[in-house]
C-alpha cells in the first residue's frame, strides 16, 4: 500500500514541488495550508507522515505539532519539520515537541525522499 | 634647549587630555594608575582623583585590558598591539554605550614608562552593525522558501530526464540549477556570519579526530570534485591526537576551504589536505593548484566581503573566510594563507587539541 503523507505548507510553489516529487517517488500526498487546516485533514486523511512548516498563518507549526502531539489519535505520527528557520533554537524546539526529523529549506528532492524514507522505516 | 622645546607645557598639556572626546587613562610600569581624564572617570564610573595610585585592576576591574596591560609591560612593550581591539559594554548614566579600548606602550627615552589606554565611543557603529546583522538574518530566512521552490523545481526538471530538456534549454535548466546552489550557499553564508557576529552561536566542544571531520567535510563536495576531475589528496598521520572543537564548526570550515579550493583548481588538478600536530596544537591545511593569490590580498581576504577580484573567481559574498576566521579565532587558534602567483595556495588553520587525552565518542 502506498503510504500517504500530509504535507502542511503555504507557499503554492513548494506545495507544488514537494507534492510533484513525493508522488513520482509512489507516495500519496495531501496538503493543509495552515496549522488549523492540518490538525483538521489529520482526522480525515490519515498519513502516515506529516511533513511541516513552521511559519504559516492561522496556527504555526510548532503550536500544531503541539496540538496534534497531546491527541491521543494523532501523536503517533511521525512528523518531519520543514524550515526556513534553521536555527538551533527551532530545531531543538521542534525535537522537544516530539518532531521525528527537521530539513532546513531549501533542499533537493532526494534529500527530502530519503529523509521521508528513513523516518518511515524508523516507524515500522 | 630643544629637548624643552617639544614638550607642551604642563598645564596645556593636562588641558588637552581632559578635553579629549576619548577616555584616557595613563598607568605606570607597575600598572598602578596615574592619569585619568574626565571622560574615562565616567567610563568606568570613578572618582578620577581617588582611582589615580590604584592599580588599573582593582580600579577598573577588568581582566582582559589588564592583561593587556601586563604583557605590554612584562614585554618591555614589545609584544604588539592587538589586531583587533577589545570593545567594551558600559552603562553610562544608565545608557548602553560601546567603546573600543586601544592599549599602547608609553615610551620615554627608549624605555617603557607605562602605557596609555584610550576609549573611543563606538556606540553608533555597534547599532548600525546589529542592525544591520537582523536585517541579514531576516533577509536570508525570506529567501529560503523561493530558493526552495526554485531547488525543488529544477531538480525534478534535472532528474525527471524530461525529453524536451536537452541542448539549449538543457544548458539552461543546468545554470538555474548552478546558480540556486549557490543563491543557498550565499544565504546560508550570510546568515551564519550574522548570527557570529551577533553572538548568537553557541560553542559545543567535543573531542573529535581530524580524518573524521575531513571525511565528513568532503561530502557535499563528491559531486563538484568528480566533475572537474580533480584528485583529492588526504595526508593525515597516524597518531594525530584527537581535537577539541564545536565539530559542525570546524567541519564547515574544511567543506568551505575544500570548496573555496575546487572552485579555484583548474580541471584535472589537485587539493590535498593534511595536517600535523605541532606546540600543542593541531595545524590542517588545504592546499589547491589554482592560480594562487597576490601577497597584498593574503590578510584582506579574511575580512568579511571581500572578493578578489581577476582571480577568476566563481563570485561570492566575500563571506566563507571571514566565518572561517571568526570559528577559528573561538577556538583560540589562527588562520592564515600561503601563496604566491600562480603556485596555487595553502590555507592553513590551528586547532586545539584535548590536553587532558580525553578520546572521541565512538557510535
Redesign the interface.
Known amino acids: 500500500m502506498k503510504n500517504k503523507i500530509l504535507l502542511v505548507e503555504d507557499e503554492k510553489n513548494i506545495v507544488l514541488g514537494v507534492t510533484i516529487c513525493l508522488r513520482s517517488a509512489g507516495l500519496d500526498v495531501a496538503v493543509a495550508e495552515d496549522g488549523a487546516d492540518a490538525l483538521r485533514k489529520l482526522e480525515t486523511d490519515k498519513p502516515d507522515l506529516v511533513l511541516l512548516d513552521l511559519v504559516m498563518p492561522k496556527l504555526n507549526g510548532l503550536d500544531a505539532l503541539q496540538a496534534m502531539k497531546a491527541n491521543e489519535t494523532t501523536r503517533d505520527i511521525p512528523v518531519i519539520v520543514l524550515s526556513a528557520r534553521a536555527q538551533e533554537e527551532d530545531i531543538q524546539r521542534a525535537m522537544e515537541l516530539g518532531a521525528a526529523d527537521y530539513m532546513a529549506k531549501p533542499f533537493r528532492p532526494e534529500e527530502l525522499l530519503a529523509v521521508i524514507r528513513q523516518v518511515l522505516a524508523e516507524g515500522v | 634647549m630643544a629637548h624643552h622645546k617639544r614638550r607642551l607645557p604642563v598645564v596645556l598639556a593636562d588641558a588637552v587630555l581632559q578635553s579629549l572626546p576619548e577616555g584616557t587613562i595613563v598607568t605606570d610600569a607597575t600598572a598602578t594608575i596615574r592619569f585619568i581624564n574626565k571622560r574615562a572617570a565616567e567610563i568606568f564610573d570613578l572618582n578620577p582623583a581617588e582611582s589615580i595610585g590604584q592599580l588599573f585592576e582593582a580600579a577598573i576591574g577588568n581582566h582582559s585590558l589588564n592583561r593587556t596591560i601586563q604583557k605590554i609591560i612584562t614585554t618591555g612593550g614589545q609584544c604588539l598591539p592587538e589586531a583587533v581591539p577589545k570593545t567594551l559594554n558600559v552603562t553610562v548614566d544608565g545608557k548602553e554605550r560601546y567603546y573600543k579600548a586601544e592599549v599602547s606602550p608609553l615610551v620615554e627615552e627608549e624605555a617603557l614608562v607605562g602605557t596609555v589606554l584610550l576609549f573611543t565611543d563606538v556606540t553608533h557603529y555597534e547599532r548600525a552593525d546589529r542592525i544591520k546583522n537582523q536585517f541579514v538574518a531576516t533577509v536570508s ?2 529567501f ?10 529544477i ?2 526538471l534535472l ?2 530526464g524530461q525529453p524536451d530538456l536537452r541542448g539549449e534549454s538543457l544548458a539552461l535548466a543546468q545554470a538555474i540549477s548552478d546558480d ?1 546552489e549557490r543563491l ?1 550557499r550565499l544565504v546560508g553564508n550570510l ?1 551564519n556570519f550574522s ?1 557570529m557576529e551577533a553572538g ?1 552561536i ?1 560553542m559545543e566542544l567535543e573531542s573529535v579526530w581530524v580524518a573524521e571531520m575531513v571525511e565528513t567535510a568532503i561530502i557535499p563536495l563528491s559531486l563538484q570534485l568528480k566533475a572537474k576531475n580533480i584528485k583529492l589528496k588526504i595526508l593525515i598521520p597516524d597518531g594525530l591526537p584527537a581535537v577539541y572543537v564545536d565539530a559542525t564548526k570546524a567541519t564547515w570550515i574544511l567543506t568551505n576551504l575544500v570548496g573555496n579550493a575546487i572552485r579555484y583548481t583548474p580541471e584535472d588538478g589537485e587539493i590535498t589536505i593534511s595536517a600535523c600536530l605541532k606546540e600543542k596544537k593541531v595545524f590542517v591545511s588545504v592546499c589547491d593548484s589554482g592560480p594562487g593569490i597576490h601577497p597584498r590580498y593574503h590578510e584582506k581576504i579574511f575580512e568579511k566581503y571581500t572578493q578578489v577580484k581577476g582571480n577568476g573567481s566563481s563570485g561570492g559574498a566575500g563571506l566563507g573566510l571571514a566565518i572561517a576566521k571568526e570559528i577559528v579565532e573561538a577556538h583560540g587558534g589562527k588562520i592564515w594563507v600561503k601563496s604566491d602567483l600562480n603556485k596555487g595556495a595553502c590555507f592553513r588553520f590551528t586547532l586545539p587539541i584535548n590536553e587532558q587525552g580525553e578520546l572521541p565518542y565512538e557510535e
Open positions: 530566512h525570506e529560503r522558501n523561493p530558493l526552495t521552490s526554485i531547488v525543488l523545481a531538480e525534478l532528474a525527471g540556486a543557498t546568515l548570527r548568537e553557541k
